[in-house]
């Protein structure tokens, strides 16, 4: 089974949350600490978004965010900026920004959109034939998540790592592409909202059978690497497509199953009538 403490939401997004220790800006120049307290006021915002302290639709009231996280204006200033070209805040006419919702159906097209990049992406690399170091980088990827998975529980730990092994195996694959333009693209993609392949992973976390989906998700990745490796572009790309329908299937229990009301990012989407 696995387990772990409920609370960490920034998965939903394809975002894990690390602790924020900058160094102390007696040794930073003042631009350098200037960036710190952009990062640390990103951070926090986007926790409060995903923890639902900012529910959707709510304004970002500059001043009051400026002194809830201890630091001058400018710094919450581009923070706001960052967050809304990560798609998570929206720009109101009128000035300012507020938290965004999102429709059951973009989120969806969203995740589709990236299994459909990806699937394009395994097929090319088995077409041209993947760079070998960037194939031994993803069998060390895989390997890291079968010895993760050989545990009879993710902890709160061991569930982030799974995370960070499993966004890299992804990012990997875009990279055996060959193509920049296809790797750029798939990467925006993979930034929207609610679209990473992490994305909802906490579901399956906190569900029945977790263990069991994970065990899939992860034998799908060792598929398409084997697929790609013999070069069988036809059958990685749909194994890539096919892996994607996990993401939506964790999006339908999220926004309707048991686990929605401990969810608190999953407010954001507007689910369909």
């Known amino acids: 089974m696995v387990r772990r403490k409920k609370g960490r939401f920034s998965a939903i997004f394809g975002y894990i949350s690390y602790p924020v220790n900058p160094p102390s800006p007696s040794v930073l120049s003042h631009a350098e600490a200037g960036g710190s307290q952009v990062v640390k006021a990103q951070l926090r915002l986007r926790e409060m978004v995903l923890a639902g302290e900012l529910p959707g639709g709510a304004r970002i009231a500059e001043v009051a965010i400026s002194e809830l996280l201890g630091v001058s204006r400018t710094p919450v ?34 995740i589709e959109l990236r299994g459909t990049l990806e699937g394009l992406s395994a097929r ?56 920049p333009l296809i790797a750029m693209q798939t990467e925006r993609v993979t930034n929207l909202p609610f679209a990473s392949p992490s994305g909802f992973v906490v579901v399956e976390a906190n569900s029945p059978g977790a263990r069991d989906r994970l065990l899939v998700a992860q034998d799908q990745h060792w598929q398409v690497l084997d697929a790609i490796e013999n070069r069988e572009g036809t059958r990685a790309e749909a194994l890539m497509r096919e892996h994607s329908r996990i993401a939506q299937r964790n999006l339908r229990e999220a926004l309707h199953g048991a686990e929605s009301d401990a969810l608190p990012a999953v407010k954001l989407i507007r689910r369909r009538d």
């Open 77 to 110: 200033r581009s923070a706001l900026m960052r967050l809304e070209q990560e798609g998570l805040l929206e720009a109101l006419p009128s000035g300012g920004y507020a938290v965004r919702t999102f429709s059951e159906r973009d989120v969806g097209d969203a």
């Open 124 to 179: 090319l690399a088995a077409e041209r034939g993947a760079p070998q170091m960037v194939l031994r980088e993803a069998r060390a990827c895989l390997k890291r998540i079968d010895e993760l998975m050989r545990e009879p529980a993710l902890d709160d730990a061991a569930f982030s790592r799974y995370v960070a092994y499993n966004e890299e195996f992804h990012r990997l694959l875009a990279e055996m592409s060959g193509s």
